[in-house]
């Protein structure tokens, strides 16, 4: 289910209207939001009928509100609240819409113990985040698991400062890898203090931090929250925390990685094409990963690679990052084109079927990414600073060097800048100017042949 505009949503093709009922009102509602299907896949009608939803609904629970005020000390509101739940109804059925099962009437739970619990805030948000690639999803998953582990399944609304400022106590406590380490399933009950390792790195748990701040962020928009933000202060500052930078390849370092007879004979053709493709595409690890066949096509007379999330099993990272590349002469050079074909023949949807779906990170770089630091160590040229993205730094250097404007280099590797309003006018660059630009890219290396498959 995707946000369109304000109480209009998307969901195969069609069009739902969600409004949430005031957060002061939840105790009494046996809901916290309508949802209504809308019956159309036309924008501009579904625009209209949510206007007139809204302000029939907006009229009601304005009603309702003034009759609570009403009320005297000893008087119920059960009959007012049965009253405005059947003039929803009522409302409902006057416009014909029938509200989509799935989403009717989310049910008040945990409302006796102080409202809804954090985990149920967190299935609402997630529902409400359905363009988070894989590794987001995962990430904030893990993260908001780890919070009940460690504070427990709190009441939402109950989550203040203190609590805040203690989840960010025991996230410090924690060492890195502490599961896998200790061999721990749930942090509940562990004692940290105990706990010994190398500590997490700030950036680490400023992501962590920042996940829980988006969550609440939400919440105080879809009125789950009053307040600010408990969180929004946590976050540590400091040069400390400024991430660990990637470093370009040396020339030296380049010639000993693809000299080392990557691909030949090895079990993993993947670790002869996907660096190669890193190194004259600049495209991110997990953009080369879950390529598709299919996204090796020739356009306009150009072999290109499709940079795309078409397909379950992929994700991007923004918006910029869909785009069409230009294959690198290099690339063709060394067979590259008699690998798609070897792969087609063999019936695979992927072009490296050899990378598997990571099975926590759920994407595929994260498989490649421990193949090729283990790679990096057995050559013995692994530093701090230099991993799979430092071919993609590798990139943005040599068409530095090469002369290469850099709203060229910023199309080919999927970055947009703020900046530049024009940015957002016509189609881009063509794929002749882009080719022309990357094939300027040179590297004083000389590859080892693949063996293919």
């Known amino acids: 289910m995707k946000a369109v505009e304000r109480h209009l949503y998307i969901r195969n093709g069609y069009y739902y209207f969600r409004k949430f009922t005031p957060r002061n009102l939840s105790d009494l509602l046996p809901f916290r939001e309508i949802w209504l299907g809308l019956d159309t896949q036309d924008l501009s009608v579904a625009r209209m009928q949510v206007a007139q939803l809204d302000y029939e609904f907006t009229k009601l629970i304005s009603q309702l509100r003034q009759s609570l005020c009403d009320l005297s000390p000893d008087q119920s ?60 999803r995962f990430h904030k998953e893990n993260t908001y698991t780890l919070f009940i582990e460690l504070m427990g399944d709190l009441a939402f609304r109950d989550i203040g400062t203190d609590e805040a400022k203690h989840f960010k106590s025991l996230l410090m406590k924690i060492p890195s890898n502490a599961k896998k380490l200790h061999n721990i399933q749930s942090f509940e009950g562990v004692d940290l203090d105990k706990l010994k390792g190398k500590p997490q790195h700030p950036k ?40 660990s930078r990637r470093h370009p390849f040396k020339p030296e370092e380049l010639l000993t990685l693809f000299q ?9 053709p993947s670790m002869y094409w996907v660096p190669l493709i890193g190194l004259y595409s600049g495209m991110r690890l997990n953009e080369i990963c879950q390529l598709y066949v299919k996204d090796i096509r020739v356009e306009d007379g150009i ?118 309003v024009h940015d957002a006018y016509g189609y881009g660059y063509s794929l002749e100017i882009l080719q022309e630009n990357i094939n300027k890219l040179s590297f004083p290396i000389r590859l080892s042949n693949s063996e293919g498959t």
């Open 77 to 136: 509101p059960d009959m007012i609240v049965h009253d405005f739940v059947s003039a929803i109804d009522k409302v409902k059925d006057a416009y014909g819409y029938e509200p989509p099962a799935k989403y009717n009437h989310i049910k008040r739970q945990g409302a006796q113990r102080g409202g809804l619990l954090f985990s149920q805030i967190v299935e609402e948000y997630l529902k409400d985040c359905p363009t988070d690639t894989h590794g987001t």
């Open 204 to 243: 680490t748990i400023n992501n962590r931090l920042a996940y829980i701040i988006a969550l609440f962020n939400w919440a105080i928009r879809a009125e789950y929250y009053h307040g600010s933000n408990p969180f929004s202060h946590l976050i540590i500052r400091g040069k400390k925390v400024t991430a």
């Open 260 to 268: 080392s007879g990557l691909g030949k004979g090895m079990k993993y």
């Open 303 to 420: 072999y290109i690679f499709d940079v795309n999330d078409d397909g379950d099993d992929k994700g991007l990272k923004t918006a910029s990052s869909r785009r069409k590349i230009p294959i690198h002469k290099a690339i063709i050079e060394h067979g590259f084109l008699d690998y798609v074909v070897e792969i087609k023949d063999q019936k695979h949807k992927r072009l490296f079927p050899d990378i598997p779906m990571g099975k926590s990170a759920r994407n595929y770089s994260s498989t490649f990414t421990k193949r090729f630091w283990r790679l990096l160590k057995a050559i013995e040229i692994k530093r701090e600073g230099l991993c799979f993205h430092s071919l993609r730094h590798t990139f943005i250097d040599g068409m530095r060097n090469a002369r290469v404007e850099r709203s060229i280099v910023m199309a080919l590797t999927g970055h947009q800048s703020a900046k530049e």
